[in-house]
């Protein structure tokens, strides 16, 4: 029996570099190995405000990217969340056990409510119950997420464990697979911020769908510091996420690498990396534009996953409520 993975990506802002190595090329990478489902996550999404058209689009965007990157509709289930309208009732159950103090301690919210000061809603607040409804419906042995997500896994297992031990075994306890390379790639801008959807500056992220010549454009400009030789040195996180990049396109060993830049500084390096994202997003630019010339295409994909997956999400959802006596 293979294992099942499960895992979701907000269908928000535009899909990034920090996104395809930290999440999508190590999804496409486990399809054989493990019985693989990716939601996107519209209802996350509205956690925060969305305008109803950019929503809609982005959904089949961040889809039209999976399926470009590489992930097989045949053998993979992809779906949006919202489809099944187990994840919203499981999360709400859910929400009867979690403790606020556990809440209280998600360093996400901290950080996200924060900039938003008084447009925080509630649902942002009880964004890890949802995860949590998403990751327990589908009985998931792991969840591959980037570090910034580990401590919503975390939650979603003290949660199930608190519930198997009231009413007994009814979830499966999940764990987080979180990848050695590329689990953090930093803004360009500011190497000291996690590379964000959610971040306005222009030169903060590269998109998966920006032009040669925007990807070019965005590396040279990226902040270094003032010294010269190229290595990964932790104490320069401009250099370090640079080099982190390099690692994740090229999957080469960093003593090679290393040993690549004896002698040439940090233009060079910038250089050649520019090079190698834009030969390594360019076949997937090539299938996306292939995958949405027909219109409907993505969308039949997502329907086909969401009906593949819903008896599954069903059935969790029934023995829950079975056992704490609803109905
Ligand atoms: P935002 O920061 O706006 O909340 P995001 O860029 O973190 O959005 P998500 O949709 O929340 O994007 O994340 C999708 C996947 O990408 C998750 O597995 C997440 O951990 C991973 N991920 C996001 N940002 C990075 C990053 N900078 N480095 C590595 N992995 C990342
Ligand atoms: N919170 C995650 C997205 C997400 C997710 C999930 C990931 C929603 N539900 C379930 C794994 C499993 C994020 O922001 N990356």
């Not at 509205?46 to 058209?53: G, H, L, M, S």
């Not at 994840?87 to 360093?107: D, V, Y």
């Not at 979180?178 to 500056?201: C, H, N, W, Y």
Request: some cysteine.
């Amino acid at each position: 029996m293979k294992k099942r993975v499960f895992s979701g990506i907000q269908p928000t802002g535009d899909i990034h570099i920090g996104n395809y190595l930290g999440a999508i090329k190590q999804w496409v990478a486990s399809q054989t190995e493990y019985e693989d489902i990716f939601c996107i996550v519209d209802l996350h999404a509205i956690t925060v405000a969305q305008e109803p058209n950019t929503l809609k689009s982005k959904i089949r965007e961040v889809a039209g990217l999976l399926f470009a990157a590489g992930i097989d509709p045949k053998i993979t289930v992809v779906f949006i969340q919202s489809h099944i309208s187990a994840h919203a009732e499981l999360a709400w159950l859910l929400n009867c056990f979690i403790p606020m103090g556990w809440m209280n301690r998600m360093t996400q919210f901290k950080e996200k409510s924060h900039r938003q000061r008084e447009q925080v809603s509630v649902g942002l607040f009880d964004y890890p119950a949802l995860m949590a409804a998403d990751i327990l419906l589908y009985e998931a042995d792991l969840v591959p997420v980037g570090e910034d997500q580990r401590q919503h896994v975390e939650l979603t297992r003290d949660v199930s464990q608190r519930f198997n031990s009231i009413y007994g075994e009814t979830f499966k306890i999940p764990e987080a697979l979180i990848p050695q390379f590329g689990a953090r790639v930093m803004g360009l801008d500011d190497p000291t911020q996690k590379m964000s959807k959610s971040e306005p500056g222009s030169g903060h992220a590269i998109n998966l769908l920006d032009t040669p010549d925007v990807i070019r454009a965005k590396v040279m400009r990226a902040t270094t510091d003032s010294q010269r030789e190229v290595c990964f040195d932790e104490s320069r996180p401009g250099i370090y996420n640079l080099l982190g990049i390099y690692e994740g396109f090229t999957g080469l060993g960093r003593p090679e690498i290393e040993s690549r830049f004896v002698g040439k500084g940090y233009v060079d390096l910038k250089k050649e990396l520019a090079e190698v994202v834009v030969a390594g997003l360019s076949p997937l630019q090539s299938r996306y534009r292939e995958l949405t010339r027909e219109p409907g295409y993505i969308d039949s994909l997502l329907n086909e996953g969401a009906d593949r997956v819903r008896p599954v999400a069903e059935e969790t959802l029934a023995k829950v409520k079975q056992q704490i006596g609803l109905g």
